[in-house]
């Protein structure tokens, strides 16, 4: 899935204000869900000194249950449930939603909770530390300025702050400071997000609130939202402002449309890196352009699952289009809302979609090629990872 965050705000509901009932799970996605690895434990070949590098997971879409509710009894927020296991199907995936849209609305209850800078400050800070127990050795973590301002009238620029102000506490630690000491690069960095659905007006916000961060780990520019009906070619101008302002650019595309939408990506866009991008499987003349430019994909299985852009995971087009020479990485999107962690991501792509031991190094090493950090830093990573 993707930053898919938000409303229109000018074309009203399009499924993402309102909290969708949670359905009953079939007998399929119980089968599903109960195929899922224990979290947490990387498949044994991945045990190899090499860094695990993550890129495309979404902070807005990755808020702890238990911080929901802290946040929502002292916000004083009319949430939909009040104990853990009754929220958990307001917030969490328990059956494969219909569409990317359908998927969107798994982030309404988040945004809720969203309701002053402390909040969101919070909710950054816990996902480095959570990104730290998972042993993620450097993450790219994205978000949308306006999807998270919002719904409680906040600055997205108050927001980039705020968030930024959360990633420096959560690596304030002896051991975090001991790490970039050492000459390994801070454990996160920050990707703003133009989220297509609220409009290209919004979007020259968007750019311009992740520009203000820009000095304080913002490093890259997105685009997510609502693929199908907000094409890139829209962006196109907000792109080339924020190569020239120095951020790189990143593209969800091929997700939730086609190919086209990933050739635009890379050719209109000038995207480095495609979120998704799995749609180029439908197109051998998209597939041939991502592997002669050596672009590499974002793939996030279970979202994919999740927001039914592959059906299951024997049909993920992973395998096929490493096949081609496309080169690929392997990501969680959404953690809370999918129930899962980069670990997890791994296992089933070993122990589910055909990838070798082989594909999986090749997935850890591309990540961390084609991370945003510098050569030294990288080097750093690869010598001083154990
Ligand atoms: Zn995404």
Known sequence: MSTRQG??????????????????????DAEFLSSRSAPGTLPGTMRNGFPLVELHRHLDGNVRLETVLDLGRSRGVDLPADDLES???????????PDLVAFLQKFAVLRQVMTDYDAVRRIARENVEDAAAERIDYLELRFSPWFMAEAHGLDPKGVV?????????????????ARVAAGLPPRARLIGIISRN????IGWIELEAALAGKDRGVV???????????????????????????LRTIAHAGEADGADSVRQAVLGLKAERIGHGIRAIEDPAAMALLAEREIPLEICPTSNIHTSAVPTLSDHPLRALLDHGIRATINTDD?????????????????EMGLSDQDLQACQKTALDTAFLTPTERQALLTQTT
């Open 7 to 28: 409303s229109d705000s000018t074309t009203s509901a399009r499924g993402f204000e309102g909290i969708s009932q949670p359905l009953p799970a079939t007998r399929a």
């Open 87 to 97: 929220l958990r199907p307001y917030v969490q995936i328990m059956d494969r939603e």
């Open 161 to 177: 702050e705020a968030v930024c102000d959360g990633v420096d506490e959560a690596l304030s630690t002896d051991a975090e400071r």
């Open 198 to 201: 609220f409009g290209t007006d």
């Open 220 to 246: 890259a520019l997105d685009l997510a939202g609502d693929e199908a009906n907000y094409p890139g070619s829209l962006f196109v101008d907000h792109f080339e402002q924020a190569r020239d302002a120095g």
């Open 335 to 351: 953690p809370s809302i999918s129930g899962i962690d980069l670990a997890h991501e791994y296992r089933i792509a070993h122990e």
